[in-house]
């Protein structure tokens, strides 16, 4: 990602003096930046174009409106089965063997819907492989659904916001309009 975006700025500040028919005052600088994005050009390969094309692709899915409301169906079908106690019960590994399922049959569809050649187990490879390339923001979301203890505390951040927010509206007192009316 990080080769693309210079050879991005570089191709850009190259064409913007090309464009202008300027080629005859290029100076050396411009000379040898254009060597450099043919040397990036030639190290960039299929795996390097694959790679980048789907982690853009993996970025924009876990914001997909489709993804998060999948997240929040589930959460909300599943939060209350969870509780603070330590000890875990043995529902809350078939419900998060559930989610897993559910994610990753989310994202490998969508993936093969983008990138038709998509597997995920090169995919995971790759992530792994490459990790410092990929977005940290992106890859500690997907950090989350491979750990048990995080799907955890989120279950319970989710309930204990939802009671809040249940918690928080005002009770509403409804009085009969002839209580305060004058007798006859």
């Known amino acids: 990602k990080q080769w693309y975006q210079r050879r991005v700025a570089i191709t850009a500040g190259i064409t913007n003096n090309l464009s202008r028919g ?21 190290k960039s390969n299929d795996k390097d174009i694959e790679f980048d094309t789907l982690i853009g692709h993996l970025q924009d899915i876990v914001l997909e409106v489709g993804f998060q409301d999948l997240q929040d169906g589930f959460l909300s079908e599943h939060s209350d089965e969870f509780d603070e106690e330590e000890e875990n019960k043995l529902v809350y590994m078939e419900i998060y063997n559930s989610y897993i399922t559910k994610i990753e049959g989310y994202i490998s569809k969508r993936l093969k819907d983008l990138h038709p050649s998509f597997q995920m187990d090169l995919l995971l490879s790759m992530i792994q492989s490459r990790r410092d390339e990929v977005d940290p923001e992106l890859f500690d979301t997907l950090a989350s659904f491979a750990d048990f203890v995080l799907f955890k505390e989120t279950m319970l ?27 006859s």
């Open 157 to 183: 951040n989710y309930k204990s916001q939802r009671d809040n927010e249940m918690g928080e509206f005002p009770t509403l007192v409804v009085t009969s309009m002839a209580c305060g009316l004058p007798r």
């Open 22 to 42: 300027d080629m005859a005052n290029s100076n050396a600088e411009d000379l040898g930046v254009m060597g450099i994005v043919e040397d990036v050009a030639h």
